[in-house]
């Protein structure tokens, strides 16, 4: 099939989905006021709380829920379902579940001083069941990030040619934040700079390649890349939003851009052949079935709950107005199903399907969908866009080139979810038990605390066990934001309709996941051959939270009657005491 003719059609829905699903969202639920001041305004402590402009706190928002999700997903899902049903999940998944989840969990943090996720639950679930919603959101911020790092490294090591770019970037973006923070340089100015700087640092890399010493070993070096990924983390998540990530995520943002922009050029000018099978198997496909475990495998190209984490975290507490929230949070979510789409087509219309010949050298057998596959998810996908890209012809912009600028857009959004990831977690140790434990509501030790385990299952490679359960225990967390946000609309006596089907879906789905993980006949935690009780135990205790969160929450719609008629009508309704919001 023509890659050209589906990305039409997808890109078109997605638009359509903007301007009229995402419309009606906003007008029947939300009611986004800019005369209500924001907490980013209310709190401002240009640390955490600090108004930015819509363009910048757009490439921050996309640049933390992106990450590897909806490239790694989707390609992993291809080699299992093939490319149809993967991307009907990212066209339908995005728009009906991924964007609703993401705006209305922005907006009830913006209209609740800026509150994380948790704390947000505990209004309408009470404290023991939000406090059970906590750890499962610890669980998944620290696997999140032991993961990451040791996919940075692995990718700092195989590809040197990434080593300035993607620490070069952080001191571009340092620059950038002082330039227009503090030495008032105007923005037309240090902007276009410090992106040519970064687009200038991949061209050095590329004839610079940075590799550590040989004698360390190969566990030697990935222990140093992984301390240094490490100590940047903690640095970048005590550091002011100004500082880093604003300017940062906003150079990441223009990366992905002209990545994007290439890509569909490459498919608009080439229109390449899609090589991969439209679908493999019917309902079953290489032991696992279609339903559930491809709606887990995709993950953030069509609803993630890490989303969640960011939008009532980082995104919430920096929003400029209300109406911003919309095409930073709906518009963000339906930009990533771009993204997952053009995933899609590179990798599979840019590689061929199945494993390289015997005799083919290593750059010719990447061009092979299962052998670039085999080298990593970052391989697979570099091969896919720059075998594609470099079909435009453009001088310079060689296979090669174009591959390590892929590499380049991947690794920016991988750093950022890292210290992202960071921040989000010191917020959640800060928010449930810094008002207990005073010395927990600091910075440092709140960011270690989530640091240690994480560097820990990094070092150990303890890791690769555990991230088994992390697509579900992902999802999960997003059927219980929705079901959280269902709640709250009840109290409002708002439409509940447009979060309770996702979340009632997502939750079942979730659910089955767990369960096929535990009892499937040949490769159960329990059943297999040889039974694992350590994921196992792990997928029980998931689902044992999930059941009374889930309880909770039921009850606590269940019990919403309809409120007085209030005297401002705003959808997710905001009180006001004084200048302060009240909950």
């Known amino acids: 099939m023509n890659t050209l003719i589906v990305s ?27 005369g209500n001041a924001t907490p980013s305004h209310l709190l401002n402590d240009g640390l955490d709380y600090s108004p930015s402009k819509r363009r910048f706190l757009w490439g921050n928002h996309f ?74 959101l610890y669980f998944v911020l620290v696997l999140l990030i032991a993961v990451f790092m040791v996919s940075v490294a692995h990718a700092l090591i195989n590809m040197p040619a990434l080593v300035i770019p993607t620490f070069g970037l952080v001191g571009v973006a340092v620059l950038l934040g002082l330039a227009l923070e503090r030495w008032r340089i105007p923005e037309l100015i240090a902007s276009p700079l410090a992106v040519f700087l970064a687009y200038f640092l991949i061209w050095v890399g590329y004839h610079l390649p940075i590799s550590l010493p040989a004698f360390l070993g190969e566990q030697g070096v990935m222990a140093v890349w992984l301390v240094v990924l490490a100590a940047y983390c903690l640095l970048a998540s005590v550091a002011p939003m100004w500082l880093l990530l604003k300017p940062r995520d906003f150079i990441s943002g223009i990366k992905l851009a002209v990545g994007m922009l290439l890509g569909f050029a490459a498919i608009l000018v080439v229109q390449p052949a899609i090589n991969a099978p439209f679908h493999e198997g019917v309902l079953v496909s290489h032991g696992k079935p279609l339903w559930p475990i491809l709606f887990i495998l995709v993950a953030c190209g069509a609803i993630s709950g890490f989303h969640a984490i960011v939008s009532t975290g980082t995104t919430a507490r920096q929003l400029d107005r209300e109406s911003d929230g919309r095409p930073i949070a709906f ?33 010719a057998a990447n061009h092979y969908f299962a052998t670039a596959l085999s080298k990593g998810w970052i ?53 449930s038990l810094g008002k207990k434990i005073p010395v927990l509501g600091g910075l440092w030790i709140a960011s270690a605390l989530v640091l240690a385990p994480a560097f820990l299952l990094a070092l150990t490679n303890t890791y690769s066990q555990v991230w088994k359960l992390f697509g579900a225990a992902n999802q999960l967390i997003a059927a219980v934001t929705l079901l959280t946000i269902t709640a709250l609309l009840a109290t409002k006596n708002l439409p509940r309709r447009y979060t309770l089907a996702p979340a009632v879906f997502m939750l079942v789905t979730t659910s089955a996941a767990l369960l096929w993980e ?30 009374v969160v889930v309880f909770k929450s039921w009850q606590a719609i269940q019990a919403a009657k309809t409120p007085a008629v209030p005297s401002e009508p705003t959808g997710l309704q905001v009180e006001r005491t004084g200048h302060k919001l009240a909950l």
């Open 379 to 431: 391989v697979a996908f570099g091969s896919g866009f720059g075998h594609v890209v470099s079909a435009l012809e453009i001088p310079v912009l060689t296979a090669g080139i174009a591959a390590l600028l892929g590499a380049v857009m991947v690794k920016s959004f991988i750093l950022t979810t890292l210290d992202a990831g960071t921040r989000l977690a010191r917020f959640l140790i800060n928010e």
């Open 63 to 136: 640049a933390s829920i992106a990450g590897a999700g909806p490239i790694i997903g989707p390609i992993v899902a291809i080699s299992y379902f093939g490319w149809g049903p993967t991307l009907l999940w990212v066209a339908i998944g995005a728009v009906f579940m991924g964007a609703v989840h993401d705006y209305l969990a922005l907006m009830m943090s913006v209209r609740h001083q800026g509150r994380g996720i948790s704390e947000l639950a505990s209004l309408t679930v009470g404290r023991a069941a939000a406090a059970m919603f906590a750890i499962m």
């Open 518 to 547: 535990m009892f499937s006949p040949k490769s159960g935690y329990f059943t297999g051959p040889q039974p694992d009780w350590y994921l196992g135990g792990i997928a029980a205790v998931l689902i044992i939270l999930e059941s």
């Open 331 to 363: 518009g963000g979510m339906l930009m990533e199903g771009a993204l997952a789409l053009l995933v899609i087509m590179v990798v599979s219309a840019g590689l061929k399907w199945g494993e390289a010949p015997a005799g083919l050298g290593a750059e």
């Open 8 to 34: 039409i059609i997808i890109l078109v829905w997605f638009a359509l989905a903007y301007f009229f699903y995402g419309r009606f969202i906003a007008g029947a639920l939300v009611k986004p006021d800019n």
